[in-house]
């Protein structure tokens, strides 16, 4: 059975750093697409990140240059480098996990596998 539990969510002020940890459990492949997505309350879940088995990235235009996507493969786990973070950053944040997609890893690749969610707060 495959698991993710993110951890390292919390309450800072602008400009302020999180990091963001999610270990995955029970993934047997190789091949992997990952991603952090972000959803506040009355929006509509966003991509924030992705990362692939081969260690590429995309970021969506919101978080270029203050957000770093990276894995650490001995232990299993993704991870999110929030920098300068704003206000309108504050979201719960989710990790996800799928099989690498024919069309390649992106935002917009099927994930199979989510975890429950940790919550980030930035005050202004």
């Known amino acids: 059975q495959v698991q993710l539990v993110e951890s390292g969510g919390g309450s800072v002020q602008a400009g302020g750093s999180l990091r963001l940890s999610c270990p995955i459990f029970?993934?047997?492949?190789?091949?992997?697409?990952m991603a952090w997505f972000r959803q506040a309350p009355g929006k509509e879940r966003e991509g924030v990140a992705a990362i692939d088995s081969d260690g590429s990235t995309s970021y969506a235009d919101s978080v270029k240059g203050r957000f770093t996507i990276s894995q650490d493969n001995v232990k299993n786990t993704l991870y999110l480098q929030m920098n300068s973070l704003k206000p309108e950053d504050t979201s719960m944040y989710y990790c996800?996990?799928?099989?690498?997609?024919?069309?390649?890893?992106?935002?917009?690749?099927?994930?199979?596998?989510w975890g429950q969610g940790t919550q980030v707060t930035v005050s202004s």
């Open positions: 029970g993934y047997t492949y190789s091949t992997y697409c």
């Open positions: 996800a996990l799928g099989y690498y997609p024919a069309s390649g890893c992106y935002l917009g690749a099927p994930f199979n596998y």
